[in-house]
């Protein structure tokens, strides 16, 4: 029975022969959709191929070609030898005259067309034949001079105008809708806003949701206060929609806050590459999105107000997002259902608040690639009163992980000064006034001003208000207890701060006693804890200049939440043990129920002999592992019904632990030393 398949290709129903094709080309021209196994010889090369349903493969060379028979009359083919590997191919007759070609193939589909020429010039277009002359027109005769206006008479005197009448009693202004973070009230519409500000002043502003933006009266009509359309947008950019300029320069604040209020609910505020500088405070408590580039999408904290306002000692973060409780200053809470990612936290030498990035009441969110870096009094980042959210966060003392290190340099050579006219010359690269504040210490002699207790002597520098381009400065503008004499040693350095001196990430527990923030009311519950996140966290030290790694305070009515990522390089190897008489870990959980861990815990403390993992104070129905990885001590203390599921550990040190009947060490865990 004929194969169907063989008369697209030319081919006799039934035939079994080899075709023989000139080469590729011809091959390819001849069987532009070959069957599987379909097989041809090339008479280019003698080569046999045959089509594997994919592409042409080798069979070898066959047969060497037999001698050419006679020229046929009308240029017939000589059989072909029998096809197989090895078989001998028929001899070819040397190629007669061409037979009748054969039936024209199907007409290919044209090729484009070719682009059409220049239209040729027109020809000039033939005259019209001459119309026959109209007669001409007689002129037309010049109008005569209009006649004078007759006289207007007299307007009558005005009569005198009434009394003005009494100006009616104004209406009651409308409630003013609820004011933002900024200060700008907001209101539902065109008609809610001229129903309670009838009257604006110059520059008052008003934010109208149902446009989502933020007007501005400006003495005669409301105009938008951005500078870009507000309206079907996916991302609202600070430097953009608010003027916020990237250069690290000047205070950002209110051009951030300018674009994150006029963006509508749910919309995403972008932050571009570059430093956004925020000395002031900035608290963002709405539902927007919040996305940048990466770590160097930075909101940068950095004070050059002297002295330093009150928020950055009270307790209180640098950049917060979402409120820490119900009825914080009047502010709802809506961090729900909002992604926060590729953007970074960082802070120059001399903010120090107290906590740079605070995160409070963030539900069912997202949080991805969130650098938070600054250098704070407590710690770089404060989360509090999550519940459902999955968060990476980085925080990296030693640099490594932003565009933007923190870099602290402290000159090492003091200089030895006397007299009321010494000068100092700073090193070269310093910028006369720069933003990376100056500081002058006094280390000996007059001016000298001890440490406070705990505190290294750093804490009391003088900041550098100015000095010559040159980078001379005058030591008598410094000194308080008299000019400087032989005994007077200063030191110029750049970069106080404070070595985040507890932890580098704390997640805390609001309720009356443990808030961070003063005024918290007490709560019916009396908790307001974690539930139910997961974290990954990527934290590491800078040996003696920083604190330790993750604080998760007592979340008593908290639980189901994972800890896991890299927790590394809390070493004691510098000065900041021995300033502050704190003691380093990796991790530390203290009183939480209900959560699994899950890392590697490397190099803490006094490396070797401290413990790097601390599960303290009556933490229970935990587990730990199965791939966590303890290089120094997993110490357990008061603890009760937990499970070491597996994973490599120097030493496991069950301190006032119950019985082993209420734990679980699994066979799949090494444990180096069992304590």
Request: contains cysteine; charged residues 10%; neutral net charge.
């Amino acid at each position: 029975m004929s194969n169907q398949s063989d008369t697209a290709y030319g081919l006799a129903g039934g035939e079994t022969s080899v075709p023989l094709v000139a080469n590729v080309a011809a091959r390819d021209f001849m069987f532009p959709m070959p069957r599987l196994d379909q097989r041809v010889q090339l008479v280019s090369t003698g080569e046999m191929q045959r089509w594997s349903g994919t592409a042409w493969v080798s069979l070898g060379t066959g047969g060497t070609p037999g001698a050419a028979g006679p020229a046929g009359a009308t240029g017939a083919t000589g059989p072909q030898g029998p096809t197989g590997l090895t078989g001998t191919t028929g001899a070819a007759g040397p190629q007669g005259v061409a037979g009748p070609q054969g039936p024209q193939g199907s007409q290919g589909s044209g090729g484009p067309s070719g682009p059409q020429g220049p239209t040729g010039a027109s020809g000039p277009q033939g005259g019209t034949g001459p119309q026959g002359a109209t007669g001409a027109t007689g002129a037309t005769g010049a109008a005569g001079p209009p006649g004078p206006n007759g006289a207007t008479g007299a307007t009558g005197p005005q009569g005198a105008a009434g009394p003005t009448g009494a100006t009616g009693a104004t209406g009651a202004t409308g409630p003013a809708g609820a004011v933002g973070p900024d200060g700008i009230p907001y209101y539902a519409d065109v008609a809610a806003r001229d129903t309670a500000l009838p009257s604006p002043s110059l520059n008052q502003r008003a934010h109208l949701r149902s446009l989502g933006a933020i007007q501005r009266w400006n003495g005669s009509a409301w105009v938008n206060a951005l500078t870009s359309s507000l309206t079907a947008k996916k991302v609202w950019w600070i430097d953009e929609e608010g003027g916020a300029d990237g250069s690290g320069m000047g205070n950002q604040a209110a051009a951030i806050l300018a674009t994150y209020n006029a963006i509508p609910d749910y919309g995403t505020m972008g932050i571009p590459y570059g430093r956004f500088r925020t000395p002031d405070r900035i608290v963002f408590n709405r539902s927007v999105n919040v996305e940048g580039h990466g770590p160097g999408s930075c909101l940068w904290l950095e004070q050059d107000v002297f002295p330093y306002p009150s928020w950055h000692t009270d307790g209180y973060p640098g950049i917060q997002f979402g409120v820490p409780y119900a009825g914080f200053g009047g502010i709802a809470r809506t961090q729900q259902h909002l992604r926060y990612a590729n953007f970074s936290v960082q802070g120059a030498s001399d903010v120090n608040p107290k906590y740079g990035l605070g995160m409070f009441s963030v539900m069912h969110s997202t949080v991805e690639n969130l650098h938070s870096m600054a250098r704070c009094q407590r710690a770089p980042t404060y989360l509090a009163a999550w519940n459902g959210t999955k968060a990476e966060i980085l925080c990296d003392a030693n640099s490594g992980a932003g565009s933007f290190p923190q870099t602290t340099y402290f000159n090492g050579n003091p200089t030895a000064v006397s007299g009321a006219t010494a000068t100092v010359t700073p090193p070269t690269t310093w910028t006369a006034n720069g933003l990376r504040r100056k500081f002058l210490h006094i280390a000996s002699g007059p001016g000298y001003l001890a440490p406070p207790v705990g505190q290294p002597e750093e804490s009391t520098a003088y900041r550098i208000i100015s000095h010559t381009a040159a980078g001379v400065m005058t030591v008598a503008s410094w000194y308080n207890n008299g000019p400087p004499d032989v005994t007077s040693v200063i030191r110029i350095f750049d970069g106080l701060t404070y070595p985040n001196k507890e932890a580098h990430v704390i997640l805390g527990t609001l309720d009356g006693v443990t808030a961070p923030f003063p005024g918290r009311p007490a709560w019916v519950d009396g908790y307001d804890p974690m539930n139910a996140n997961e974290f990954r966290f990527v934290l590491r030290g800078n040996s003696g200049d920083s604190g330790s790694g993750l604080l998760v305070e007592a979340q008593l009515a908290g639980g189901n939440n994972s800890y896991r990522g890299l927790f590394e390089g809390f070493s004691d190897s510098g000065s900041y043990n021995a300033a502050y008489g704190v003691p380093k870990y990796c991790a530390k959980i203290y009183t939480s129920l209900g959560f699994k861990v899950e890392g590697h815990f490397e190099a803490a403390g006094l490396v070797g002999t401290d413990p790097n993992l601390i599960l303290d104070g009556s933490c229970h129905n935990f587990e730990i592992g199965p791939n966590a990885y303890v290089d120094q001590e997993l110490r357990i203390t008061n603890c009760f019904g937990f499970e070491i599921n597996g994973g490599i550990y120097t030493r496991v040190n069950r301190v006032g632990t119950t019985a082993a009947s209420a734990h679980r060490i699994s066979p799949a865990a090494y444990v180096g030393t069992l304590i």
